[in-house]
């Protein structure tokens, strides 16, 4: 990745900041604003076959748009996570490590 995370919380935070937008960047918003967002990534996908949807960056119109909303949804959830003052990859980490205790490996068939 050419920016980390943080580099890319201070953008978005002096990108706010210099448009006096801080007031709206509430939680409730930013969650708000990040539904929204991910909705639009969805409406992309909404009406095509699995093979359609697994070819959709193919077509250059097509990928740019899943590319900008995939960015949108980012930005959000990276204003959300500091308007709360969550750290992502700590929490992400967190919630993987409590779904590969829920969702142990298989075991193998001893049979086969």
Known sequence: ?????????RRLTAFATARNWEPFHTP?????????????LLEIFQWLTPE???AVMADPDTAHRVRD????VLAYL????????IDLLSALSAKIDRNEHRFPVP???SNT
């Open 52 to 54: 359609q949807s697994a």
């Open 28 to 40: 409730k918003n930013l969650a708000a604003a990040l539904s929204v967002e991910a909705s639009e």
């Open 1 to 9: 990745m050419t920016e980390d995370i943080n580099a890319l919380r």
């Open 69 to 72: 909303e995939v960015a949108d």
């Open 107 to 109: 075991e193998a068939d």
């Open 78 to 85: 990276l204003q959300f996570c500091d308007s709360l003052d």
